[in-house]
């Protein structure tokens, strides 16, 4: 593993893609930073991170073995290798809210934001950037946020739980390069946030409806059951969970 630190950077994300296009990285390359100034999160939002206090890396990954339609499987074992770095350090009521946020109860305390390179129609290489709450306290404006000393209050080492951390991702994508396809839905689907609970959510034009999260489809689309005993696939720009 080949671990690039920084101390400020616009983004880890867009530096890595970034040293990307000129050079292909050295697979699990790793690029941590102290500070974002311009963190991004899902659907164009902002990632917000005080200096210092929590984890915000990148992985490059290699993922050539995959074919495009399975690009979900590498969200998939983000989310597992989160959790289970998780539970190693005993934090409570884990759960996976798709498509790859991370809850302790109902506080969100990490965020993924994958972004794939594809080219004519092949999947190459993955940027997998993980913001991971660890010792910040406050949360302004962000009432779901929490982080792992809120939780705990526990002081962590940040450099340990980075470790622990990359540990879990190197096996979780070595598992996604043997192709155990059924075992990662499996564990991954177990661990979902409110899945088979009647639960509410938002549709695109804001109307609010009531379903059973059955699962993930092999795209990625969460599936829903809805009233009328149908099951539906939304993507993530067509539905939201509340919680
Ligand atoms: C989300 O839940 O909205 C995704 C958040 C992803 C944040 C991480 S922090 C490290 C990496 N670099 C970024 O700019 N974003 C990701």
Known sequence: MHIIKLNAIDSTNAYLKAISVKKVPK?????????????????????????????????????????????????????????????ILNIPKLSIKWPNDILSANKKISGVLIENVIKNNKLQGSIVGIGLNINQKFFNNLPKASSLHLLTGVVYNKDEVMSLLLKQLEFYFRKLESLSFKDISEEYESLMFRINKPSTFKALNETQFIGYIKGVSEEGKLQILLEDNIIKAFDLKEVSLEY
């Open 27 to 87: 697979d699990f390359t790793v690029v941590v930073a102290e500070e974002q100034t311009k963190g991004r999160g899902q659907m164009g939002a902002h990632w917000q991170s005080e200096t210092s206090k929590n984890l915000t890396l990148s992985l490059f990954k290699e993922v050539s073995f995959l074919k495009v339609e399975q690009q979900f499987y590498i969200s998939k074992v983000v989310a597992l290798a989160i959790i289970k770095t998780l539970e």
